[in-house]
Every structure is written in structure tokens, then in C-alpha cells.
């Protein structure tokens, strides 16, 4: 019991708000824990050693040759519950009614009780209450009638009965006081081991939470990122002979793209770092850390797209609510479903991202009307992406719908519920 509780890795001294666990035991309480059968043999010595010594004066006081046979049956008897006593842990119902049955049979006169208390302290201790208020009725029926035939009289007969009644009554109070905080402390440990297991189970959770809204960030981050730079950089070499001073400011457009994009890796990253980031890291993690992205760059989102060559355009009606956790999940749905039409589309004329605001309801729509774009995007796009998004939208208790528009095209619609007590306070 003691080794479960110090496997736990918890400190045995309670702190504040911690579960306070009961103190272990000594020296002397680890050893005999760990020494249950010389514990029991010591036990068994306690009744067999006085038992023989009385029964070998017996003997010597006895005039004529031979043994009497109530000395034998004593003899017999005193074995028997010792050899019983040695097992009283692994059967202590067993244990007690043979020392019942021993204190009928070899001590009619004499009433001899000590083996039937250390049986009822036993049965306490290792089968619960029940069964010891069980064996303590059986026992002190058995204790009258073994003291019956020796009594002179009734009042004599009364008064040993009542006396092993006692005797019997304390030893199961003693039993079943240890045996209920045995078994209290047993249900502490087990409790303290089932908090630490759900603790770790819930630490392993949070870690794979964490690791997959990561994942989504820098899923977003990078498929935003390289897309832009792709279409920028395809760009530019078109218009490398044609026109070199919109292909030199296509390559300026790829090379801003990109330093943003490792600024916000490095954000992102520099999260996880369990120290303070260094002053002058040649890697460029001493960037000061800066709010997620939100509404107020949805401008400046849609903006880098146009320049990549996506013909989209912003529009928006109603006020955007001001949760940032919401504004994040708006600027994630958006860069995604550019991205992709970005990508995937052929030869849009128009990509339109509407932001629709109802009471308790804010709705967000991309649509394009690129060619071809049904029969490529499922296959290739509806991936990781979309899967994070449905994700993020499913937090606030909406849905996100994606597939191809009826008179062509693509088009991605999520519906998200708005907190309007929230918005008010």
C-alpha cells in the first residue's frame, strides 16, 4: 500500500489545494507490511508456546503411565489452531470457525477464548464488517455453550459467558476500527492513483489539442504562403520580357510574402518555447510576439490575393462581432477558401468573400466562378484544410458547407452562432 502511494510521484507532505493522502507508516509498519507471514507466525507463537508449556506441566503432574485422551484431543487441538492461525489472512472465516469449534471441543471447563478473539480481530480486519458482526453472534454462542458443562451453577455459567462475550466484542471493536481504515486508506490510495491517471490522460489531451490546432495554423500559414508566392512568381516570369518593372515588383510581392510568413512561423513556434527567446537570435526568434489575425486584416488579406492575381473582393454587411477567437476563425475560413480557389480555380472572373451579420448568427461566403473547378478541387483541396475548418467552426456551434455552385464554380459557406449577451456586455 505504502509503495503505491510513493509510485504516484506525489509529495507525501499536503500542500494547499492538493488531496491530502494519509501519512505512511514507520519503520516498524513497512517491515511488518512486508512480513506478513512472520507476522503471523509470531501470532501463532503468542497462543502455542503458553498452550504447550501448560500442557507439558500437565503432563508432569500426571501420576499414572500414559496419556489421558482429553490430553491428546488438547494436544490435537492446539495444533490444528495454530496451524490455522498461520493462515488467518488468506482465510479468516475458515480460522474463526475452527477456533470455535476448538474452544467446544478441547476446553469445556476452562472457556479458553484467545484464539476465537485473535479469529474475530482477523475476520474485522480482512472481510469487512459484516462478516465480523456475523462471527462475533456465532462465536459468543459457541463461548456460552463451551462454558455451560464446566459452570457449578447458572450464576457461575452467566458470569464466564458474559465475560467471553465481552472479551469477544471488544476484539471485533478493535478489528473493525483498524479494518475500516485499512480499507479508508486503501480507497484514498486508489483514488489519488485514479487523479493522477486521469491528470496525465487529460495532459495527453491537451497536448494532442494543441498539436492539431498547430497543425491548422500552419496549415493555413503555409498553404496561404506558398500559393501566393507560386502565383506571384508565375507571374513574374511572364512578364519577365514584356514588362520588367511589374515582374521586378511581382519578385518584391514574393519576397515581402514570404518574410511574413516566416514571421508568423516564428510566432507561432516561439509559443512552444519553455525559456525567455534570446536578444539577437541569428534565426529571428527575438520577434516580439503580436495578436492572432483577425477582422481588421481581412482588407489586407483579400488585397494580397488581387495582387496575386485573384480577381476578389470584400464585402460585408453588419458588424463583425468582436470575439477574437471568432475574428481568428473568419480570417482562417477566408485565407483558406482564397487559397484554394487561388489554386485550384481556372480563370475566375470574379471571387466575391461576403460577411453577412444577423442577430445571433454571423454567416461567411467565398464564391468564385472559376471553370473546371468542381471536377479538381474535391479531389485535391478538400483535405487537411477544409477538415480544420469545420473544426474551428464547430467550436461555435455552426457548420461549414463546401461544393460546387450550380451555374459553375466553387463555393465554401459557414454559419456560426454569435454570443449576442457577450456582444452587449
Partial sequence: MTESLLALGRPLVPTEGELRLPTPPGVAGRFWSRHPWLSDALVASAYFVPM???????LTRQAGPGLPPQALITAAVVMVITAALLVRRH?????LGVTCAGLVVAFPGQGDTLPVLIALYTAAVYRGVRSAWFGLAVAIGIGALGAFPGASSYASWLAVASQSAVLMLAATLIGVTVGDRK???AALVELAAQLARERDQQAQLARITERGRIAREMHDIIAHSLSVMVALAD?????LVKDPERSRAALREVARTGRGSMSEMRRLLGVLSEGPQEQGDPEGTDIPLRPQPGADQLVDLVESFHAAGLPARLELTGRIPGSQGLQLTVYRIVQESLTNALRYSAHPTAVTVRLIRVPGRLEVVIADDGRNASATLPSSAAGRGIIGLRERVALYDGT???????????????TMTVDETGERA
Wanted: aromatic share 8%.
Fill in 52 to 58: 504447550a508449556v501448560v500442557f507439558l506441566i500437565d
Fill in 91 to 95: 482465510a479468516p472465516l475458515l480460522v
Fill in 183 to 185: 480499507r479508508y486508506v
Fill in 235 to 239: 507571374g513574374a516570369d511572364a512578364l
Fill in 400 to 414: 461549414l458547407v463546401a461544393g460546387c455552385r450550380p451555374g459553375g464554380g466553387w463555393q465554401v459557406r459557414a
